[in-house]
Structure formats: structure tokens, C-alpha cells
């Protein structure tokens, strides 16, 4: 489960990360998809590229 909001600079996250993980398994680049959402922010990519499910 990822946190609400960045744990560095405090912005939302989550809100994105459904579409993230949809088009990471469509095959597309995890930069593109960053870009394309509007993550701009090195701490908030990180929030979503060492993102791992423990479930």
C-alpha cells in the first residue's frame, strides 16, 4: 500500500499510483508514465519506483 502523500515534500501520490501500476504492466516506461502524470519531483518518483507490495 502506498502512502497518501510523499513523505518529503507532502504531495498526494496515491491518486496516481492505480494508473502507474496499469500502464507499468501494459509495458510502457516508468519514466514516460511519471512525465505523462505529472511527477515531477525526484522524491515523489522515488515514492513510486521502490514501491514494493507486500501482500
Given at each position: 500500500m502506498i502512502p497518501v502523500r510523499c513523505l518529503s515534500c507532502g504531495k498526494p501520490v496515491s491518486?496516481?499510483?492505480?494508473?502507474?501500476?496499469?500502464?507499468?504492466g501494459n509495458g510502457e516506461v516508468s519514466k514516460d508514465i511519471l512525465?505523462?502524470?505529472?511527477?515531477k519531483r525526484y522524491c515523489c518518483r522515488r515514492m513510486f519506483?521502490?514501491?514494493v507490495n507486500t501482500w
Open positions: 491518486a496516481y499510483f492505480d494508473e502507474y501500476q496499469i500502464r507499468l512525465d505523462d502524470l505529472g511527477i519506483i521502490t514501491h
